[in-house]
């Protein structure tokens, strides 16, 4: 077995060195453009925000820009709602509360391996996305905006 002499030892710790600073400044690169940007992106949005702001709020109701945000989160949800009512069919809670559930025996159990309350989880969890889309559409409709509605989409 062959061992390294002072000189060989020398260079290997100098290259370790230098490979570890080199990811050092990479990653205080990507940290600084990842902060510079978010801070950027928050200043920007926080001025067009304010810029709407006595508008909007004078008026009691909603611009046509501020609904459309709304919307897009509204969709998400909607979408959001459907993979988790689809999740409960197979593996949550079959009751009532939530649209779907045949549930599948066997998948079942094997969550159940995987963690004991997972299928009130499950159930739980699509609720909540259930409850969040609706929430979001009743406050458009209460400003007399078009709630998000994905029904029109082609299937």
Do not use: C
Not at 39 to 62: K, P
Not at 121 to 129: G, Q
Request: charged letters at 20%; hydrophobic letters at 35%.
């Amino acid at each position: 077995m062959k061992t390294m002499d002072s000189s060989e030892k020398q260079r290997s710790n100098s290259h370790q060195n230098e490979e570890k600073t080199a990811a050092r400044r990479a990653l205080s690169r990507r940290s600084f453009l990842g902060k510079s940007f978010a801070i950027g992106a928050g200043t920007l949005s926080g001025g067009l925000l304010l810029s709407q702001r006595a508008s909007a709020f004078a008026s009691g109701t909603l611009t046509p820009g501020d609904a459309g945000l709304l919307r897009f989160p509204a969709a998400l949800e909607i979408l959001e709602a459907d993979f988790w009512i689809q999740y409960n069919e197979l593996g949550g809670i079959q009751d009532g509360e939530v649209p779907g559930g045949f549930g599948i025996n066997e998948y079942t159990k094997a969550l159940a391996v995987l963690d004991s309350d997972m299928a009130q989880y499950i159930h739980d969890n699509t609720d909540d996305e259930i409850t969040h889309h609706q929430f979001l559409n009743a406050y458009l409709i209460s400003k007399g905006a078009d709630p998000a509605n994905l029904d029109a989409l082609p299937r």
